[in-house]
């Protein structure tokens, strides 16, 4: 059954504002990410600055949230027909 074109820009239209919501959603995780972070190191070096760096805990946590998230907006997470072949013969053989 082949689907219109009508269906298939609606299609096309929904995963473009997907995409553009994961890329403004990052965008503000970015930036609440250095603000705060850069307040923590600010009250870090005016309170102790020849101490532990300890700040390193936040920064690492988060970062790696961050990182996380960026994946999940930056990267491809289209298949390509051959993907998609190959897993559906893999599900063949284990039905």
């Known amino acids: 059954m082949a ?5 298939r820009n609606e299609v ?4 473009a ?3 553009l919501k994961k890329r403004r959603d ?3 995780h970015l930036l609440v990410y250095v603000l705060v ?5 600010a009250i870090w070096a005016l309170t102790n600055p020849d ?7 936040l920064l690492a946590g988060w970062g790696i949230g961050l990182v ?3 994946w999940d907006v930056f990267c491809n997470d289209e298949f390509d027909e051959e993907q998609i072949r190959r897993e559906m013969e893999r ?4 039905g």
Request: charge should be positive.
């Open 3 to 7: 689907i219109n074109e009508s269906t």
């Open 12 to 15: 096309l239209r929904d995963r």
């Open 17 to 19: 504002i997907k995409r």
């Open 26 to 28: 990052f965008s503000a």
């Open 37 to 41: 972070n850069a307040f923590v190191v």
């Open 51 to 57: 101490g532990f760096f300890w700040p390193i805990f």
């Open 68 to 70: 996380m998230n960026a």
């Open 91 to 94: 599900l063949q053989g284990h």
